[in-house]
């Protein structure tokens, strides 16, 4: 995965900004691993709240963007990077973005193609209108209200994205759950290969392997909770859920402690 710091980036705040703190973290390997890990726990906690638990669509998207609303509220009103506010809005993210995929298909019979090419227009018109106003597409440089509202709408996006993208990847096109996480894996390695190796631009691989987890992370959640005659291991969504939501809890006090992913913004 692309590991990368505010000098290879070659941004710094504005003037303006420089009395701010960042309010995302640095992106290190324990970044990675807690996203992916978080685009699981959105997959598997929606079907959980779903259909497990029977709240269906309609509720469960409800409570979860209601839930969503409030930490980004708080998130948005904090001073600066804050372990457990930023990634408990991460986790919220990724479980609403799979949940306006699912109402998209499920509720409104918008196909798995048309999903994805719907969100990656939205994601490129919100690129577009972050760069035009900011100048700047990185995340060393989310210093500003403004900045972290473009932020948080791309990261939506994504989120959305991913989720019609993997379930296009493991069910449209009927590649399976492990093979299309593994596809997914492998083109995350090759844009890590080029950044490292070829000099691709970080802001770039970021974004791109940012997209990226997504589908993948959502393709591992269907093959570890799915049952074995879907193709999954059978886990469930309850055993995948608890899972991985312990071992992000785990990092996140581990770097809430140690401020090893807090950006130093002069």
Excluded: C
Excluded at 68 to 81: E, I
Excluded at 105 to 120: K, M, R
Excluded at 133 to 138: G, V, Y
């Amino acid at each position: 995965m692309p590991t990368v710091n505010a000098a290879q980036t070659g941004v710094r705040p504005p003037s303006s900004a420089m009395q701010f703190w960042s309010k995302v973290p640095e992106v290190t390997l324990y970044f990675w691993f807690i996203k992916i890990m978080a685009t699981t726990v959105g997959e598997t906690a929606a079907d959980y709240l779903n259909m497990d638990l029977n709240f269906g669509l309609t509720v469960t998207s409800l409570i979860m963007a209601g839930l969503l609303a409030v930490v980004l509220v708080f998130q948005v009103r904090s001073a600066r990077y804050t372990p457990w506010l930023y990634w408990l809005a991460v986790v919220l993210i990724s479980v609403v973005g799979t949940l306006i995929t699912d109402n998209m298909v499920d509720n409104f019979g918008i196909t798995l193609v048309a999903a994805t090419i719907g969100f990656s227009i939205a994601l490129v018109a919100t690129f577009a209108g972050w760069y035009a106003s900011e100048k700047t597409l990185s995340i060393h440089s989310i210093t500003s209200r403004k900045r972290e509202l473009f932020y948080w709408l791309a990261i939506l996006f994504t989120f959305a994205l991913g989720t019609a993208a993997g379930d296009l990847a493991a069910e449209g096109l009927q590649l399976g759950y492990l093979l299309s996480a593994l596809m997914f894996a492998g083109i995350i390695a090759a844009i890590t290969a080029a950044f490292y190796f070829l000099k691709l631009n970080a802001v770039l691989a970021f974004w791109m392997a940012y997209i990226l987890t997504r589908p993948l992370g959502a393709s591992m959640g269907d093959y570890l909770s799915q049952p074995v005659a879907n193709g999954g291991l059978g886990l469930g969504t309850t055993g995948t859920s608890v899972i991985f939501l312990g071992l992000i809890l785990v990092l996140v006090v581990f770097l809430t402690v140690t401020r090893r992913d807090v950006i130093a913004v002069k």
